[in-house]
């Protein structure tokens, strides 16, 4: 049997550290068994999936020198590689499942879900669909399918009983059918969900191993389900610990820079990244802290990775990068690495024309773009509040954040439409809302033009930078409670009409 594993991004944000990790040990794990590793692209949620999200996780995976043998930028016998460019498979598979009584068209209307969910709450019970759709007989399913009623595929699961598969990590998994939903796994606009389209594609794409994330164990049981529908044997399944921010919570980008790209524009080395990844629930058996992929893959073995949660913690990374610039570098190294980064003409032309008025000497350049040039600058509490009060700062501050993660496109003009509406939404001057962005970005109250600086910065550095802001002003005892947040959370969907993701 030749090992193939995978990774499988959905193309909906920014390039995860999540998903590097876990292409690290996909193809950790293939290369020491002489396997490949398939890059494919879950794209099922139309409403969510963008090509930019998807350009941006494979480049940044190549960043960091993560490679696949197959995948949509370089093609395999197994393709195509983006799921919607493979709906027909789906299709065939949904009729098989009906076929074999695994799967049945739901036409529940959103409000009687909603009712049988309020009641199943109210009754302590576990939120799932009740089966209703599965006492209709060929014929009315016939009669509403003519009529043209709206409806969607679900998976028929056990009432009772328990579902037992094996974890590579964990040995026997038991769930008992009771916590398993009736997963949707077409919806009604004919696509797929993910767990359909994960299982078809697994299973022609030949993967042997599933090596992902501990958020998708409860998921296992219907994956069963649907490979036993289908007559098809499961892979291997290896469920591995979950990223952790300090406090011991999922990492996530409230708490930590989870970008691939943030930790490249920071300045970071693609290397160090890798190795720290690697560090994440698994130690060499020599013990050794410098290593890269080869060195990874060629002693890797996935039974000795541990379960507890590995805390992503920056300070180590930061100490490692240290050690890979001083210990694994040459200096004519890093002084190309520093050139490659930002100390080039092209990034440095792009501050020019912004500096350019304030300059009598050449030697005015440096300090004026120096926080382009930076991780997160310095500042004082007064200096960020500035004549405002700093309840409003704190205010201002985060509903920026809000909006800008709701940015179609991170540019100049984009970023100045951002920040004017937020002034006639909130009824103050561009002139009042400004100031503290200036001194959370720059450091300073007067500075380059903020917008042009912005888009510079990039939409990784601009967030770590304003929720630096915002940690100063919470530990000064004037930032935002968890009440006001909350406050300001159902103000702000109000106000801006937009979601909170
Ligand atoms: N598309 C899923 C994700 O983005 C893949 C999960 C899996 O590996 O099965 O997490």
Known sequence: MTVRTRIAPSPTGAPHVGT??????????????????????????????????EEAILSSLKWLGLSWDEGPDCGGKFGPYRQSERLELYKDAIQVLVDNGYAYPCFCSAERLNEVRKKQIENKQTPRYDGHCLNLNKEEIEQKMQEGLPFVYRLKVPTDGTCVFKDELRGEVSIDWNQVDHQIIQKSDGFPTYHLANIVDDHHMGITHVIRGEEWINSTPKHMLLYEGMGWDAPIFAHLPLLRNPDKSKLSKRKNPTSIDYYKDAGYLPEAVVNYLGMMGYTLPDQKEIFNLEELSESFEIKRMSLGGPIFDLAKLKWLNG???????????????????????????????????????????????????????????????????????????????????????????????????????????????????????????????????????????????????????????????????????????????????
């Open 20 to 53: 590097a990790y876990m292409a690290l040990f996909n193809l950790a794990f293939a290369r020491k068994h002489g396997g490949q590793m398939v890059l494919r692209i879950e794209d099922t949620d139309q409403s969510r999936s963008t090509s930019e999200s």
């Open 323 to 501: 050690r890979y610039l001083r210990e694994q570098l040459k200096p004519e190294d890093v002084l190309h690495r520093l050139m490659e980064w930002k100390a080039n003409p092209e990034f440095l032309g792009k501050i020019l024309p912004l500096a350019l008025k304030r300059l009598e000497t050449l030697s005015d350049f440096f300090p004026l773009a120096q926080f382009l040039l930076t991780d997160t600058p310095d500042y004082s509490t007064e200096e960020l509040v500035g004549k405002l009060e700093a309840a409003n700062v704190a205010k201002i501050l985060k509903i920026a954040e809000w909006e800008m993660e709701k940015l179609p496109q991170w540019n100049r003009d984009q970023l100045s439409n951002l920040f004017q509406q937020i002034a006639e939404v909130e009824d103050l001057k561009l002139k009042q809302v400004l100031p503290p962005f200036f001194v959370a970005i720059s450091g300073n109250s007067v500075s380059l033009p903020l917008f042009d600086s912005l888009a510079l910065l990039g939409p990784d550095l601009t967030r770590t930078r304003l929720r630096s802001a915002l940690e100063k002003l919470s530990s000064a005892g004037s930032g935002l409670s968890k009440k006001g947040l909350k406050k300001l959370e159902k103000e702000y969907v109000q106000k801006y009409g937009n979601r909170i993701d």
